[in-house]
């Protein structure tokens, strides 16, 4: 079961605990007593480390799953490690990509809040470079703690030919992390009105996105990689386009992660080694079934 591994010393020092050839690691976060709290972040990430572990084979010494549940984290030996923090993320990043080798398959899985962070406004008009939401993202105010394209495109550049990444965020705005042109990773703002989070608590259905007023600009950092090609294959999927949004709501009783529920029923059906267009085959297909029911737009 989740939970019963025993670590030597550092879980997220890959050199005490490396894992085997195949890696991930998941990250759940509900933000719970935050503004824009969600309910089914950690349920999602959990099902996904029970789905690797069930379908996939790997042992939970090659999984790293970090949460912002402390039913979850404080079952663990080292507790402070699992907690769905910006450091612990970066570290996990490290972890997971630090030793690969050729043939190792690696990993990445978020379920939670993503943002636009303004990085750039001129003329009217604003743009963004996009990011997920650790649980710690207001722990400095105006400044968001997030964990953004450019650090998880400067993590996968350790990562050798011959290795493959996948990358799968059950959230909005989950950018462009992988290859670079230019200044193609930075987005047009994308204008989502007034969001009352506080209304929203008792709704259904809830967006995974975050934004808040006192966020300032937050300028693209000199060492952003602007002009840069990762050596590994990599390969992300993402619940929404930049422009629409993703959402968590009831599905069979309980609140579930839309795009997880659907991409880890197509996995199940179709099987891990089917192709890209199988999947989305069967995810636009259950995608269909869900949108008649809850008469989604997305």
């Known amino acids: 079961a989740l939970g019963s591994c025993h670590w030597r010393g550092d879980p997220l020092d890959p050199h005490e605990n490396p894992g085997g050839t195949r890696r991930a690691l998941i990250v759940g976060c509900d933000y719970q007593g935050q503004t824009g709290a969600l309910r089914a972040g950690v349920a999602d990430a959990q099902q996904w480390a029970r789905f690797f572990m069930k379908r996939c084979g790997l042992s939970e010494n090659d999984i790293r799953l970090l949460t912002d549940d402390p039913a979850h984290y404080q079952q663990k030996d080292s507790a402070g490690c699992a907690v769905a923090t910006r450091d612990n993320v970066l570290r996990a990043l490290q972890w997971l990509v630090a030793r690969s080798n050729r043939g190792d398959q690696l990993f990445f899985v978020f379920c939670?809040?993503?943002?636009?962070?303004?990085?750039?406004?001129?003329?009217?008009?604003?743009?963004c470079e996009n990011a997920v939401l650790p649980t710690d993202v207001c722990a400095d105010g105006e400044l968001p703690r997030v964990v953004s394209d450019?650090?998880?495109h400067k993590a996968l550049l350790a990562v050798p030919a011959g290795a493959q990444a996948t990358l799968i965020y059950d959230s909005c705005h989950s950018g462009q992390p992988l290859d670079r042109a230019g200044l193609n990773y930075l987005t047009e703002y994308v204008s989502r009105g007034r969001v009352d989070y506080e209304k929203l608590k008792g709704h259904p259905v809830l967006p995974r996105f975050l934004e808040?007023?006192?966020?300032?600009?937050?300028?693209?950092?000199?060492e952003a990689f602007r002009e840069s090609q990762l050596r590994c294959q990599a390969v992300q999927w993402s619940a929404c386009a930049n422009q629409q949004f993703c959402v968590e709501l009831p599905i069979d009783d309980r609140p579930r992660g839309v795009f997880t529920y659907i991409f880890v029923c197509a996995l199940l059906k179709a099987g891990v080694h089917a192709s890209s267009e199988a999947l989305m085959r069967e995810m636009v297909e259950l995608t269909g079934q869900l949108k008649g029911r809850w008469r989604l737009q997305q």
Do not use: S
């Open 212 to 222: 808040l007023r006192q966020w300032k600009v937050r300028p693209t950092p000199a």
């Open 112 to 127: 939670g809040h993503g943002a636009q962070i303004v990085a750039e406004e001129y003329a009217g008009q604003k743009l």
């Open 150 to 152: 450019t650090d998880v």
